[in-house]
Structure formats: structure tokens, C-alpha cells
């Protein structure tokens, strides 16, 4: 059985009647601390294991909040490329029950998630995971609505301040005063044996708390550039996203995100995005609903064993530069592809502190020096830290599609992709010569490159997915946005509502597929 991370959030579909059942049953309410407004921790906590975590509960459990949300999803089409393998016999009598019971269209259903957040500000500032209040495949969609639960009961609707998937963090606000609320530790003096406690809403049953001990620090468990998470084994499950873990003074020093498990239960290895990590994030999106990061323009690749060998080098000391933006600042600073960076202003850079996390960090506008290796020997440059632009732009210049923006928000004008955009819900990009290297393509292949996909499409729903190639459309080779724009047309004026089109993903053979036109508007 293949162990996986699992986002800690727990969806609750209409069909699934009995989970539905337990994700309603709320566990009796928590009386609000005396002062609902605890002040400032600042005292150690203490050492050894303590005889009871309940006085220590009972101040902190009012400040922690179940998030639900609400969004319409689409039942009964089958999200495979056509003749893909892979189909079973008994998702194939359902699929046919399925069309026989409602013609072969899609039928909605509301479906609810559940998730945990915990209380900031008295006047109601929130903190959970991005993924608790996103939808869709990749959970960068929004969600129609948001409730936040209190330990007492009170419901609030709340609106979406700033979100940063990245770090998949999101900052709420309901109308309400004074709260009760906890403050952000310093993870940094965690250590490895401590104490934790962990608060949330596994299950759908709120005002759940588990404690266990602090496992390992600086975690990269494979879910994005800034990995640095908390491992501990306080039982934390699915609905656990987005809640606090504390340590023995009531200070936040992690926000629960990710378990390690084989079944999707809890297994000892949970994982919490560290208060050092998040707290300035938070701060940011509080202030102005978006983060600004430092930036310095390269693709970089952690010392595998093997180059680290080649280069004479420690395996788990600097990172190595796999392509560089031109005129980023980086490139201007003197950068090449293949140096391997070592230090960043002064900090080495190695598993527990990667070369991301350092310049996301950085002040924008710093001069920095960055120490590095090139054929043997050491070489030191200034850099100076520019801001991060948006993912899509990022992607746009590394000649990737991205992930952590969604389609709709691509602020490309080539004509060729707006009118692609309009009619069929995706982005195109030309394939380059680094794309073509990325996604690992022989060179004979010729055409346009998905960049993005509505996940309401019916180009989503046929399976196609960021990275796939358009090889034809209506059966005429097309190689650039361009190109597809116009045989999307033609096809169009020829009285189709379907398009024909020929789609390669990685080296396998071209599949054919017919994609449904978005009626045009108005």
C-alpha cells in the first residue's frame, strides 16, 4: 500500500450520507474562558510532562473556529482523456446507470467541506488554510460560501481577506467583537521532544483536542518551494486543516495542514506550517489581502547525490542553478546555469533553510551577497532582491505553465489566447525549447501547450489537464495560440458546437477528443 500527504480537510458530499451524518454532530461547546481576550504570552512554558492539559485548554479552545463552506460540483462525467486505460467494470455501470437516469448530462450537487481556523483579533480576524476555503481540482477556485462556527455555537458568514497559496494560507473576518483570540509564538525556539497540542475540527467533530510531541523540524514533505513544516504525532486528521498547534504556553507555533498516512486516517505524522513561516504572511494579508515576496529569477534543484559527487561537493549543502531569467536580477547580478549557490546574505543555504525561503524572506530592494561554486571555484556577487510577480507571470517567463494561479486570472492580451480563453476555457503557450525540455517532449512534436484550464470546461471535464499538447484542431496541424484560435474559428463558422481536437500528453500517443464551444456571449 502506497503511503501519501493528505490535505487535513474533509469533504462532506450529499451522497456520502453516514460521513455526512458524523460531519454535522457537533461535540458540546466550550465555555468561553474568563477573559475572553487573553493578553500577551510571553512566559517559557514549563518543562517536564504536565500532569493535565485541561486549565491550558480551556483558555485556548474558545479561540479556535470550524470553517465550512458551501460550493456546486458537477456528478456523472468521467474526467479521463478518451481510451485512456484505467476504467473499471463497476465505475463503468455506474457511469451507464448514471446516464440512464438523467439523459448523460451532469447533475449538480451542493457539496460542503469542513475545516478548522482559529481566532487573531478580537474584532474577528481569522487564520486557516487556503485549501479549507478553495474549490476545484487544484483548490484555487472560490467557494460560494463560508461559515465560521464559534466554541459556543454563534455562526458567522465570513469574507475572504488575502489568500496565499503557496504557503496555502488564507486570512477570514466575520462581524464580530470582542472575541476571544491567540498570538503567534516563536517557532524557532521549538524543539525536537517538546510538547504540542493540537485544537480543531477533525471529522466535523469540533472542539476536538490532541497532544503529542514535537517530531522533527524544517519538514519538506514535497508540496511546494517554501516546505519547512513541524512534525508531530498529536493525532491530526481530515477537517484538522487550517487549526492550531500550540505549545505549552498557548502560543500558536504552527497552523496543521498535511498528515502522512496509507488510509487518509491518522498514522502519528502530521504536519504544521511553522509560526516563523506564517506569521508574516498572515501580517500581509491582514494589511493589504496579498503577500510580497523577494525574487531573484532562477530555477534551482536541490544536490542530488549523484551531482553533489560530480561537483566534489556535500550532498545537503547549496542548491544548484537549473536555468536563469534573462535580465532577472539574478542574471544581472552575474548568475549562470550550473552555479551552485551556497550562502544568501550571509545564510547558508541547505535542506532546513532552501534558497526559496531565503530570498522570499529577504527585504525587496536589498542588495545581498550571494556566495557560489562555478567549475570548482568559490565566487561571490551582489544581488539585489527584486519583487516576486504573480505565479502566472513566473511561469509565463520560465516558459511553464503554473499551478498555484488559476486560468481565469492570466492577465495575458496575445490575441490567440483570449480568443482560446473564450472559446473553449483554456490558456495556450507556445511550446518552447524550455518548455518542450520541461515536459520532457521528443522533438518532433509540434503545437500549442495547455497553460491553464477552467475547471468548469467542458475541456476540464474531457480530462485535459496544464501540460498537455495540442497537436490538431478540426484535424489542421496548429503550432501557435495563434494557429488554434483560428481553426477554433473556422470550426465555429462551419456550424460545429464541438471541436475536434488531437491532444498528446508527455511522449504517449495523440488521442483525439471532442471539446464542447463556449456559447459566445450575448
Do not use: C
Amino acid at each position: 500500500m502506497t503511503s501519501k500527504i493528505s490535505r487535513t480537510l474533509i469533504p462532506v458530499a450529499v451522497l456520502a450520507t453516514g460521513l455526512a451524518a458524523i460531519a454535522v454532530a457537533q461535540a458540546p461547546a466550550t465555555q468561553p474562558a474568563q477573559n475572553a481576550v487573553p493578553p500577551a504570552v510571553a512566559i517559557a512554558p514549563p518543562g517536564g510532562a504536565p500532569r493535565s492539559f485541561a486549565d491550558l485548554t480551556a483558555r485556548l479552545a474558545p479561540a479556535v473556529v470550524n470553517v465550512s463552506t458551501t460550493q456546486k460540483v458537477e456528478i456523472g462525467r468521467m474526467r479521463r482523456m478518451p481510451g485512456q486505460p484505467g476504467s473499471n467494470p463497476l465505475e463503468d455501470l455506474f457511469r451507464r446507470f448514471q446516464e440512464q437516469q438523467d439523459g448523460g448530462e451532469p447533475v449538480t450537487r451542493e457539496a460542503t467541506s469542513l475545516g478548522s481556523g482559529f481566532v487573531i483579533a478580537a474584532d474577528g480576524y481569522i487564520v486557516t488554510n487556503n485549501h479549507v476555503i478553495s474549490a476545484g481540482e487544484g483548490r484555487n477556485q472560490p467557494v460560494e460560501s463560508i461559515t465560521v462556527t464559534l466554541s459556543d455555537r454563534r455562526e458567522y458568514k465570513a469574507r475572504v481577506v488575502g489568500r496565499d497559496p503557496l504557503t496555502d494560507l488564507a486570512v477570514l473576518k466575520i462581524e464580530a467583537t470582542g472575541l476571544p483570540y491567540v498570538q503567534f509564538g516563536n517557532s524557532e525556539q521549538v524543539r525536537v521532544g517538546d510538547w504540542s497540542i493540537a485544537i480543531g475540527n477533525p471529522f466535523g467533530l469540533g472542539g476536538t483536542v490532541t497532544a503529542g510531541i514535537i517530531s522533527a523540524l524544517h519538514r519538506d514533505i514535497g508540496s511546494g518551494q517554501y516546505d519547512r513544516y513541524i512534525q508531530t504525532d498529536a493525532s491530526i486528521n481530515q477537517g484538522n486543516s487550517g487549526g492550531p498547534l500550540f505549545d505549552l504556553a498557548g502560543n500558536v507555533i504552527g497552523i496543521n495542514t498535511a498528515i502522512f498516512s496509507p488510509t487518509g486516517g491518522n498514522v502519528g505524522l502530521g504536519f504544521a506550517i511553522p509560526a516563523e513561516l506564517a506569521k508574516p504572511v498572515v501580517d500581509q494579508l491582514k494589511a493589504t489581502g496579498a503577500v510580497k515576496r523577494g525574487y531573484l529569477g532562477v530555477a534551482i534543484q536541490r544536490l542530488s547525490a549523484d551531482i553533489a559527487a560530480g561537483l566534489g561537493l556535500p550532498k545537503d549543502k547549496g542548491e544548484i542553478v537549473a536555468s536563469v531569467e534573462p535580465n532577472g536580477p539574478a542574471a544581472r547580478a552575474g548568475v549562470r546555469q550550473g552555479d551552485v549557490i551556497v550562502t544568501v546574505a550571509g545564510r547558508e543555504v541547505n535542506f532546513d533553510n532552501s534558497l526559496s525561503y531565503i530570498v522570499a524572506t529577504t527585504p525587496i530592494g536589498s542588495t545581498i551577497p550571494i556566495e557560489m561554486i562555478r567549475e570548482g571555484k568559490r565566487l561571490k556577487v551582489n544581488a539585489i532582491i527584486a519583487q516576486r510577480p504573480s505565479e502566472a507571470v513566473v511561469a509565463q517567463r520560465a516558459g511553464l505553465p503554473s499551478d498555484d494561479e488559476p486560468a481565469a486570472e492570466d492577465t495575458s492580451k496575445a490575441p490567440g489566447i483570449e480568443a482560446a480563453k473564450a472559446s473553449l476555457g483554456i490558456t495556450l503557450q507556445p511550446l518552447t525549447p524550455v518548455l518542450r525540455q520541461q515536459l520532457k517532449l521528443d522533438e518532433k512534436v509540434q503545437g500549442v501547450v495547455i497553460a491553464g484550464i477552467s475547471p468548469s470546461s467542458d475541456a476540464a471535464t474531457k480530462g485535459l489537464q496544464r501540460g498537455d499538447v495540442i497537436l490538431k484542431i478540426g484535424q489542421k496541424p496548429v503550432t501557435s495560440p495563434a494557429e488554434a484560435a483560428a481553426a477554433v474559428d473556422a470550426e465555429r463558422k462551419a456550424g460545429k458546437d464541438t471541436v475536434l481536437m488531437l491532444v498528446q500528453r508527455g511522449n504517449t500517443p495523440g488521442r483525439y477528443t471532442g471539446v464542447k464551444l463556449i456559447p459566445p456571449k450575448g
